[in-house]
């Protein structure tokens, strides 16, 4: 079993940068494949980006402004955001899963409880 807790979540102004952080409990972090989604009220839960052993998969909406990177030793999960828009508004979660990586929510087995980021005008 992975628990998983997201933080960093803030309100933010336009053009402002903001780091999310996931700390995974439980066995064998360095194996999972780690990733962030997030969802806007009324919307679907959105990929952004994924990450395992090094190989790195980004969403076209966020390809250029967020950077996904994992601290194996930390068992930690983080999300760099620069240049934050109106639309970036959402819940962040963090989720992992044994085996290779993929853009679809529901092939992820853990999940967290979510981070509130705000940005407004």
């Known amino acids: 079993q992975v628990q998983l807790v997201e933080s960093g979540g803030v309100l933010v102004q336009v053009g402002d940068s903001l780091r999310l952080s996931c700390v995974a409990s439980g066995r064998s972090f360095i194996s999972y494949s780690m990733a962030w989604f997030r969802q806007a009220p009324g919307k679907e839960r959105e990929f952004l980006a994924r990450?395992?052993?090094?190989?790195?998969v980004y969403a076209d909406s966020v390809k250029g402004r967020f950077t996904i990177s994992r601290d194996n030793a930390k068992n930690t999960l983080y999300l760099e955001m620069a240049s934050l828009r109106l639309e970036d508004t959402a819940v962040y979660y963090c989720?992992?899963?044994?085996?290779?990586?993929?853009?679809?929510?529901?092939?992820?087995?853990?999940w967290g409880q979510g981070t509130q980021v705000t940005v407004s005008s």
């Open positions: 989720a992992g899963r044994s085996g290779g990586g993929s853009s679809r929510p529901s092939l992820y087995d853990y």
């Open positions: 990450i395992r052993d090094g190989y790195i």
